[in-house]
Structures are given as C-alpha cells and as structure tokens.
C-alpha cells in the first residue's frame, strides 16, 4: 500500500514535432515497399523526420513549453524533471538536465528513464507519485525520441514504422477524485531480445565491427512484439481499471500507443470499446516511441476530445518488453 498525502493528475499538457514530414511515396523511393503495404499493415501515411541540428532534448522541451504554458506554471517552479527516452543526446549527462538548462528550470532534480515506447505512462506514474506523497510540488514529465538515429533506412522491415517527436505533461496536486486514479507497469525481461539497439552500450561498445554489422540501428522481431502487444495491452487497460473498480464501459477516452492501428484496433476489440472512444493519429506521426502516448493526449484533449471529469486510459508497450497503462480522471 503506498502513502498518499494528496492527489495528484495533469495541469497541462503539449508536443513538439519537426517540421519535415516523410511520407509513403517518399518511402517508396527509398526501400521495397509501398503506400499500399504500409497503410493495410500499419495505419501509417506519414511521419516527422527530425532535422540535422535537432536533437531529443530540442523537442523535448519544446513539448514542455507548450505543457508548461497550459499548466500556467514557470520552469522555475518545477522542483522535479523526468525524460523518457531510448535516443538520449549523448549518454550522459541526462536529457533531463539538458531540458532543464533549456527551460531554465534551475530549481528542478532531473532524471532519465528507459522504459522504451511505455516510457511516458512510467514518467507519469512516477511524477504523480512523487506528488502525491507530498515531497514534490510541480513534476515535468516528457517522452521524447528521435528514432529517424536509430533505424536503419535500408531495412523495409522496420524503417516504415517510426517518426520523432515530444510530448509532454505538467504534474501537480489536484481536487480529490481527480487525476491519476491507477496505474499498472510492468516488464518482461526475458523477451528483450526481441526489441533492442544490440551495440554501444557496455556489452559491445562501438567498433568498426558493430558498424560495419549495422549494430547501431533498431533490430526488431516485429511479429513477436505484435502478439505480444496485443495481448498485453487489453490485459494491462484490466488491470488499471479492476485497481479503481472500473470496467471497459467507464473509459470514455482510450489514448493507446500509436505503433500499429491493426494493434489499436485488436486492443479495441478486446475491450469492448466503440470506435468513436478510441484516439488515432498513428497515420500522421508513425510511431514516435516514448513520444506517442503524450503526443496523442495532448491532441485528444486540444481537439476537445477530453472534458473535465473524463475518465481517459493511457495504455503502451515497447522495448523492455515493457508495458504500461493508467487511468485518469482528468481536469484539476
Ligand atoms: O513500439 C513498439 C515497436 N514495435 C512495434 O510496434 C512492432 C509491432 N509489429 C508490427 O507492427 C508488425 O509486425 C509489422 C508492421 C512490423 C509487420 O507486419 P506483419 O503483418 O507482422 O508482417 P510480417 O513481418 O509478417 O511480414 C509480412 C511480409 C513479409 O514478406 P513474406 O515473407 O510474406 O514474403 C515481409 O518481408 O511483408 C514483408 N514486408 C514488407 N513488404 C513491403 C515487411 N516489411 C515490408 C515493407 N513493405 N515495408
């Protein structure tokens, strides 16, 4: 049983993207593939490919701003920072402290975390606790990634998939019987494998060896993660939902990881939930990891999809294998 002080749930939320867009037909000149398999396979149309100059920490707090400004909250108030990412700018120090430069957020601890696609719904998680226990006031967390780095443009496999961007939330106490009301992470170690950037790191640092293997970019067993993501993600929504005494019929906004509508749509399916409850902007940003679950959140609640007392279900899974899924009562 944890210690709750007080509750605690979004103030404010934004995104960030780059501004070019790399579309199907652009793929088709690239690799082996077409418009036609990507969209009956993935749902994708199009994804933001990040500049030459622009890196995570960039986007990120670029997504801050924008949480930040609907939050009504200075970065100097910020007393806590947490980045979700698999693309740090370097390996150290933090992308947090680079955001927190960025922001001017002088007066906020700052930390990383590796939680893969699940990365947000694990910041979140986290910033709310830290809220609710009382020891801190104002928590940003952002999930942030620039894949376009890490995938290799000659593999047709995985190379459709995935796009950059930000997204982010500001986290601070609200009225009882809002805000987070449960959440469910977890992890399975044993199928990492399955989902990993092999070389780099301190099993294989880097060597012209691990790049002459192409080591340094996404190797995927796509159809493994996809059962497991389907599996997963209907499992986890239960679990968050049985935590608060709920069912499928009380969420009347699902915000899924953007990864794969044939994914999105089994989740739905095993749910029981109608269309209209479901986000989907997979076919305008792919999948922006870390990124995806707040980018979607944040358009869900600006296209005025998400009203105060709103019961909205955050649901992910990626590398680890992770997965994670919350449910919120949303408004302050
Ligand atoms: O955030 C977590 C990250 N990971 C994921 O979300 C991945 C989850 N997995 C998926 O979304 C799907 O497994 C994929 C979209 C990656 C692949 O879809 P699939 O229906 O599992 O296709 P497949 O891998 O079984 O491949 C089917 C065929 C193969 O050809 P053959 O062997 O049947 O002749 C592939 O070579 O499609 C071929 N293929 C392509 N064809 C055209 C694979 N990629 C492409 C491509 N264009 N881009």
């Given at each position: 049983m944890t210690r709750k002080l007080r509750a605690a749930g979004i103030w404010g939320t934004g995104l960030a993207v780059p501004e070019r867009v790399l579309t199907n037909a652009d793929l088709e000149k690239m690799v082996d593939t077409s418009d036609e398999w990507i969209t009956t396979r993935t749902g994708i149309k199009e994804r933001r490919i990040a500049a030459d100059d622009e890196a995570t920490s960039d986007l990120a707090a670029a997504a801050a701003r924008h949480a930040l400004t609907e939050a009504g909250?200075?970065?100097?108030?910020?007393d806590l920072i947490i980045v979700a990412t698999?693309?740090?700018?370097?390996?150290?120090?933090?992308t947090a402290c680079l955001v927190q430069m960025k922001l001017g957020a002088a007066n906020a601890a700052t930390f990383d975390l590796s939680a893969g696609c699940s990365g947000f719904v694990y910041a979140l998680d986290m910033a709310v606790r830290a809220v609710e226990s009382g020891a801190y006031n104002r928590v940003l967390a952002v999930g942030a990634d620039i894949l376009s780095r890490i995938t290799d443009w000659t593999d047709r496999s995985t190379c459709v998939l995935f796009g950059d961007g930000a997204g982010s939330a500001v986290v601070g106490p609200v009225s009882e019987?809002?805000?987070?009301l449960a959440t469910d992470l977890g992890a399975e170690g044993a199928s990492g494998h399955l989902l990993t950037l092999p070389a780099g790191g301190s099993r294989k640092p880097a060597s012209a060896e691990t790049i002459q293997s192409r080591e340094h970019f996404i190797l995927m067993q796509g159809n493994e993660v996809f059962k497991f993501a389907v599996r997963i993600m209907g499992e986890t929504t239960q679990t968050s939902l049985k935590k608060c005494g709920?069912?499928?019929?009380?969420?009347?906004v699902f915000v899924p990881h953007q990864a794969n509508i044939r994914i999105i749509e089994a989740a739905r399916k095993r749910l029981g939930l109608?269309?209209?409850?479901v986000f989907i902007n997979v076919q305008s940003y792919g999948n922006t990891s870390a990124a995806s679950i707040p980018i979607a959140l944040d358009e869900a609640f600006r296209s005025g999809k998400i009203k105060d007392d709103d019961i909205v279900a955050l649901v992910g899974f990626g590398a680890g294998l992770t997965w994670a899924s919350a449910i919120l009562r949303w408004g302050r």
């Open positions: 909250v200075r970065a100097e108030e910020l698999v693309t740090p700018d370097v390996s150290f120090p933090a019987g809002r805000g987070l709920m069912g499928p019929d009380d969420i009347d109608p269309e209209e409850k």
